[in-house]
DNA sequence: TGTCACGGTGAGTGAGCACTCACTTCAGGA
DNA sequence: TCCTGAAGTGAGTGCTCACTCACCGTGACA
């Protein structure tokens, strides 16, 4: 008999209002999305919502800081180091790594992703926190590691933040077209990938 | 004595609206601009906002409609059969007036591609208007132009799909980055844009 | 069994919003 | 000079929304 014991137990509480909010908020945007929606497809009670949090704006905030701590950090801390330190001898190993490991954090974190991206332009703490992150951690850990491959002759004496931009370039545009664009394509991802990192490590190969 | 007779004769009516409607919209998003504060802003009565735009989903309409028709399908009708027709002999040189014209375009049209971005996950129709213009105009052309320069022997030979993304991909990313993610920073956009289409030749040159 | 804390409830409230309408101004034509 | 219609005005209206509060049910513990 098919059993759903493996499946989450039924969320209740601060966690169905958190899994709701998000669904809404991902389809209305923040402004758009109201209080009243969220309880009703929380299955509470509309003043529940706000026994949990004080005001809208920490609802939100409750959804975005670990979006931003769980998802944009770790592309510093964990990712990126375990990256670093597993040491690729080829370029195009590190790539391959780094892209499926961007995609599949993407597609975990999809709404969130989303509502990131329309909070991002709205809101200034929100820009600041993302600087904090991307601009102190993520980036100097990438250069170095594309130092480190120039160092070692497998990628041309471009600026590396030229070079940067053109990697996060192609493994965005990859993950947009991908989850966002065109979610419904029948996409082989290790062809796609294998392709596109083709491309690359021969644009960015030496003379 | 500095005169402002080059300068715009100063805007009045609808136009002004428009305008700081454009304003208002960019920076709080549709939901959170109000149109007292758009006709603060315009310098005239509230009512008269809806004197001309029967509601203010009309207004966004307003804004949007022209923007997708004047900035996306000229891409599609102006630009691109300019850029067929043109035939530059090579890839490369195709790749520096494309991406030009995309970065002009796209700075000339900065806040109303704001809130492009920023509508378009929130609503269908405006999703629906741009697979009509993209999809059936945009796409098939620069396919046509990719496979023209697979024939010439100047772009091996992966799918024409793969390698329009990946071009999208870097004269978008280098768009995003120069205009929204670091615009204060000394951009040297002939050097940059050139060695973005090196990478890009390269890597997609046949062996 | 009485008491207490806690999570939950939902009608109610005030603020802010899109939109209306009765009125004014003014340019142009008879 | 008067008439007309288009453009503009801004106080007013009703609705939606975030947020409040007095109350409820339950389980733990004396």
């Not at 600041?128 to 993520?138: E, T």
């Not at 796609?192 to 644009?203: A, Q």
Request: charged content about 30%; hydrophobic content about 45%; overall charge neutral.
């Amino acid at each position: 008999m098919a059993t759903r014991e493996d499946e989450p137990a039924p969320v209740r509480g601060v966690e169905r209002i958190v899994r709701a909010a998000i669904e809404v908020i991902a389809e209305r945007g923040f402004r758009g999305a109201a209080t009243s929606e969220i309880a009703r497809r929380a299955g509470v009670a509309e003043g529940t919502i706000f026994r949990h949090f004080k005001t809208k704006q920490l609802l939100l905030d409750h959804i975005l800081e670990p979006f931003v701590e769980r998802v944009l950090a770790p592309i510093a801390f964990r990712d990126v180091h375990r990256l670093i330190d597993s040491d690729e001898p080829e370029f195009a190993d590190f790539l391959r790594v780094f892209a499926r490991n961007r995609l599949e954090v993407a597609r975990e974190n999809l709404p969130a992703l989303r509502i990131f991206l329309q909070e991002v332009p709205l809101s200034p703490e929100l820009r600041a926190m993302v600087f904090r992150h991307i601009g102190r951690h993520i980036v100097p850990e990438l250069l170095a590691v594309i130092r480190k491959y120039q160092a070692r002759g497998q990628i041309r004496d471009d600026p590396p933040e030229t070079v940067l931009r053109i990697l996060m370039s192609v493994v965005g545009g990859y993950i947009v077209t991908r989850l966002a664009i065109l979610p419904e394509y029948p996409w082989n991802d290790d062809l796609e990938l294998e392709r596109t990192i083709r491309v690359v490590t021969r644009g960015l190969a030496p003379d």
